[in-house]
């Protein structure tokens, strides 16, 4: 089992927070501060952690809202940059961002302000999500000036702090209802020069999908048009879970719309009865059964057993294959079985499926057993 997320979140979060401050602030109660959020935090999660922290930053920074950020900025030059602090260690900056959202929202200039500041160490797109609730219009202009900013960083937070669906924060109801201001700032994106912003752009636009698939093929469709080989990229990984979900006007997108002239063959599944925490191995052969060369999509779709008694399927992405005439080509696939924070294993019968172009074949079963 993985270690849970919290423990990378422990008591020195906040005692490293503490020596900030008092760097530019020795009135800081530094000590009080340290006791005050220790106090139950074990018992807590990540996120909860996170926010007892912000909470607890209130009570010892002064009261006035924006001298107490002024200090919580003045003391983010004690630690190295985000790009310095990668993986866990940028979630330190976790409870500033708290601080943010909880209490800026009558100090709009200030908190775009820190904001900006912030998403350049970890990112503001747990705060900005807030300011949009509360202040659309004017978050919205000014995120849109952002997406024309140097740093790939701010320009990002454009785009993931405006998810509908992002991760770990509530859902913004109203860019579910209607996605085009969301659309709007995604469009001048979706020609950036980094990765690390077009994958938030992909990431978004799946989760428009989600809500509106019309609206997904149709951006899909005309980003296509005159694009560069990033943009295509953008195009593939936003219509994944589409894909996954087999919806046709993605598949078609994608150049898979049609029915695939193939016949699945040869199929072994072994061991029969795995253990949890083990794994199962499946192979087959897929037969192209056209005059033609035909391109097709492979995805594993697994029929996972789940406590209560039900399936709920899960789909792999496998493979675009090129099958030349009547040729047959053989896969193979291992699935873990082990126990995961995200995935519990239950002895009982599963079913795993292959989709092909969004048809599904049955592979066969196999019997999970407790050991």
Known sequence: MAEPLKNSFGADVPRTIARMIAAVSPRFDEKAFVRSVLDGYDELELMPR?????????????DDYERALEM?????DQQ?????????????????????????LDHFEASMRAQYVLTQRFTAEFSIRRYLERHQAATLARLAEWTADPSEDVRRLVSEGTRPRLPWAPRLRAFQADPRPVLALLERLKDDPSLYVRRSVANNLNDIGKDHPEVLVETARRWLENATAERRWIIRHALRSAVKRGEAGALHVLGFGHTPLVAVETIRIAPSRPRIGSSVGVTWEVANQASGGQRV???????YLKANGKHSPKV???KTVELAARETLRFSKSLALTQLTTRTHYPGLHRIELLVNGHAYPLGVFHITAG
């Open 72 to 76: 919580l900025l003045a003391s983010l």
């Open 316 to 318: 792999f992405k496998f």
């Open 80 to 104: 190295s940059k985000r790009r310095a602090a990668s993986g866990m260690g940028a979630f330190l900056f976790l409870p500033h961002v708290f601080f943010v959202a909880e209490y800026g």
């Open 50 to 62: 996170a926010w007892k922290i912000a909470h607890v930053l209130r009570r010892y920074l002064p």
């Open 297 to 303: 999509l492979l995805d594993l779709r697994v029929h």
